[in-house]
């Protein structure tokens, strides 16, 4: 039997998520799912076998050639695309795995196509990339009156084929008009990098630039294929909540997929004016009952989240007290508690079905952060496991 803190994955949510995105975009518009990060927390070869038997996910996107390698060994056979740069130490195994890197300088282009065509042993074979396009967000991609001449720089190694080309937005998750503007001009931008590249007879491949928030919100610009991320796992990115979405007349639903439980290990009794935890930051006002709970920081329990953080114990929240431990964590069950009993269940976050009161979104509020991060903050010591 596994430790008692641990992730619950809802394959149902998961499903219920891709098929709520399938729904909402074009039946002919590819899906790349972001499993980066672990999955955004959730295991990314649980979740990518799963949505793999869901069905409808054309790649998989990570951020790491050792993720992608990951993926592959546990026999992921989907397009597998990598959204961040690696060195060349790593394109030997880029190749081998078959994945899809992101490319857009001329020297990184040439010493990849060299290493394909050693790969290939010159045997005319060529390798698949996605040209990046930097629209405005500032990271990585050529500006888009290069595109066309990347594009060909590309063809002309001989040994690398354009399979694609990519840009992402940097404010598409607002709904602040002078924001919904700029994600236009950076989508008009891409478009005159594509026209670039097709004026130089070149075929752009499949041609991305909506992650999970422009998706939702910019339904018109979804070209050859969308990315979503954190949608898949259920959250809303930023300002494009449901409750948004509904004001602007898009029906959309999406539901948590993981749930962060523990048990109960000890209830112990406080007197008045004890303290509790490093740093004595909490004083019991009364005499109270207090459940130790063996979760702490080490397992994504950010410091942070306390005071503030309530877990929910059969149907209802009860607050941590005092500063959050590497490995523990103390919750006030009130005086004279009679409801909870030692080695009860207790759900941080998660979906409905967990019987969670708080979701990752507000553990976000109350660590000044957003669900992304909550999510890719529970550690390796926590087991993910498919309900
Ligand atoms: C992370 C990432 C995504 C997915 O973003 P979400 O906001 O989680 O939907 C898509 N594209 C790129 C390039 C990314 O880095």
Do not use: W
């Not at 098929?19 to 039946?27: D, G, L, M, S, T």
């Not at 993720?67 to 060349?88: C, D, H, M, Q, V």
């Not at 070209?223 to 602007?248: A, N, Q």
């Amino acid at each position: 039997m596994s430790r008692c803190t641990r992730a619950i994955l809802y394959k149902e949510n998961l499903k219920y998520n891709i098929e709520q995105i399938r729904k909402y975009i074009k039946a002919e518009t590819k899906i790349c799912m972001a499993v980066k990060a672990d999955g955004y927390g959730h295991n990314a070869v649980l979740t990518a076998k799963m949505a793999s038997e869901v069905g409808g996910i054309d790649y998989f996107a990570v951020a790491t050639v050792d993720e992608g390698i990951e993926l592959r060994n546990e026999g992921i056979k989907a397009n597998i695309i990598l959204l961040s740069l690696s060195t060349p130490s790593e394109f030997e195994d880029l190749i081998k795995y078959n994945i899809i890197p992101l490319v857009f300088d001329k020297e990184y282009i040439s010493l990849f196509a060299k290493a394909a065509a050693d790969h290939f042993k010159n045997s005319g074979e060529k390798y698949p990339v996605f040209l990046a396009v930097d629209t405005g967000m500032g990271r990585i991609g050529c500006y888009s009156e290069q595109a066309g001449q990347e594009a060909k720089f590309i063809e002309d190694t001989n040994h690398l084929v354009l399979k694609g080309m990519i840009t992402h937005f940097c404010v598409s998750d607002s709904t602040v008009e002078k924001n919904q503007e700029f994600t236009k001009k950076q989508y008009e931008d891409f478009k005159k990098a594509v026209e670039n590249v097709k004026k130089m007879g070149i075929d752009p491949g499949i041609c991305s630039c909506g992650a999970s928030a422009a998706l939702l919100n910019n339904q018109d610009m979804q070209f050859d294929m969308v990315r979503p991320g954190i949608i898949t796992y259920g959250y809303y990115p930023d300002e494009i909540t449901k409750e948004y979405l509904h004001s602007v007349h898009k029906e959309f639903d999406i539901k948590p997929v993981l749930s962060l439980e523990t048990q109960v290990v000890a209830i112990r009794h406080f007197k008045k004016g004890q303290t509790i935890s490093y740093g004595r930051t909490y004083t019991c006002p009364e005499d109270t009952d207090i459940a130790v709970l063996p979760i702490g920081y080490a397992d994504g329990l950010l410091r942070r989240f306390s005071p503030g953080l309530e877990v929910t114990i059969k149907g209802k929240k009860y607050p941590v007290r005092g500063r959050i431990c590497m490995d523990q964590c103390m919750v006030d069950l009130g005086k004279n508690n009679k409801d909870v009993k030692v080695f009860d269940k207790v759900v941080v976050f998660g979906p409905k079905e967990s019987g969670a009161l708080c979701t990752a979104d507000d553990l976000a509020k109350i660590g000044n952060t957003i669900s992304y991060e909550v999510l890719t903050s529970l550690s390796k010591r926590v087991k993910r496991i498919i309900q």
